[in-house]
T-cell receptor
Framework: KAGVTQTPRYLIKTRGQQVTLSCSPI?????VSWYQQTPGQGLQFLFE???????NKGNFPGRFSGRQFSNSRSEMNVSTLELGDSALYLC???????????FGPGTRLTVL | QQQVKQSPQSLIVQKGGISIINCAYE??????FPWYQQFPGKGPALLIA?????SEKKEGRFTISFNKSAKQFSLHIMDSQPGDSATYFC????????????????FGQGTILTVHP
C-alpha cells in the first residue's frame, strides 16, 4: 500500500506570494492533518480534515487555510507569505479521526 | 501554554547502551501516548504507543513506561544502535470524540539521539 505523498517536495517563494501544497493520503484513509515543523517552534498542528470538513484547527492566522476533496486528497494554502512561514509542512493521514497517523515526507517551503 | 515537555533535548550514548527519553504532559484528556522517530529529510514515523490502561509496553528493543498519576511517560531504547540515531518526539493525543484536542497530536520539542559506534 502506498504511503502518504506530498507535492511538491521543495518550494521557494518570495514574501507576499501565496502557495498551495498538496497531500494524497493512504488509500482508504479519510482523515488528513497538517503540521508545521520549524527549528524554533517544533511540530505544530495546523488543521485536520475529515469527510471534506475541517474538524480541528490549531493556532495559526487566517492566512493558513486548507480543504479536502471527495477522494480525501487535501490541499493547504498560505497567502501573503512571510519569512517566518519557511518550514517543513507535514501531512498525516489516518483511517478516521483519532486513529494512528501516518506522515508523508513533507514539503520544504522557503520564503525569501 | 506548553502542554508537553520532553527531555533531554539531546542525548549521546555508546552502542549497546540504554537511551531514555522522558515526556511530561498537562492535559488529562490525553489517552494515547505515542513516540515518533524522525530521520533527516523524512516525516515522523510511529515507533511505539501506549494506552493508559497499561503501565508498560515493549516492542523489541523499545519500551514505553507510563505513569498516569505523574502525567509522564518515557521511551527506553535498549542495546542502542548507530541506526537509532534520529530525533524522537512524544506526541500525546486525545482519541475520544468531542474534545477540542480530539485527534490532534501535541508534539514535544524533540530529542536528538546520537549513538556512537
Amino acid at each position: 500500500k502506498a504511503g502518504v505523498t506530498q507535492t511538491p517536495r521543495y518550494l521557494i517563494k518570495t514574501r507576499g506570494q501565496q502557495v498551495t501544497l498538496s497531500c494524497s493520503p493512504i488509500s482508504g484513509h479519510r482523515s488528513v492533518s497538517w503540521y508545521q515543523q520549524t527549528p524554533g517552534q517544533g511540530l505544530q498542528f495546523l488543521f485536520e480534515y475529515f469527510s471534506e470538513t475541517q474538524r480541528n484547527k490549531g493556532n495559526f492566522p487566517g492566512r493558513f487555510s486548507g480543504r479536502q476533496f471527495s477522494n480525501s486528497r487535501s490541499e493547504m494554502n498560505v497567502s501573503t507569505l512571510e519569512l517566518g512561514d519557511s518550514a517543513l509542512y507535514l501531512c498525516a493521514s489516518s483511517f478516521r479521526q483519532g486513529d494512528e497517523q501516518f506522515f508523508g515526507p513533507g514539503t520544504r517551503l522557503t520564503v525569501l | 501554554q506548553q502542554q508537553v515537555k520532553q527531555s533531554p533535548q539531546s542525548l549521546i550514548v555508546q552502542k549497546g547502551g540504554i537511551s531514555i527519553i522522558n515526556c511530561a504532559y498537562e492535559n488529562t484528556a490525553f489517552d494515547y501516548f505515542p513516540w515518533y522517530q524522525q530521520f533527516p529529510g523524512k516525516g515522523p514515523a510511529l515507533l511505539i504507543a501506549i494506552r493508559p490502561d497499561v503501565s508498560e509496553k515493549k516492542e523489541g528493543r523499545f519500551t514505553i513506561s507510563f505513569n498516569k498519576s505523574a502525567k509522564q511517560f518515557s521511551l527506553h531504547i535498549m542495546d542502542s544502535q548507530p541506526g537509532d540515531s534520529a530525533t524522537y518526539f512524544c506526541a500525546p493525543c486525545n482519541t475520544n470524540a468531542g474534545g477540542t484536542s480530539y485527534g490532534k497530536l501535541t508534539f514535544g520539542q524533540g530529542t536528538i539521539l546520537t549513538v556512537h559506534p
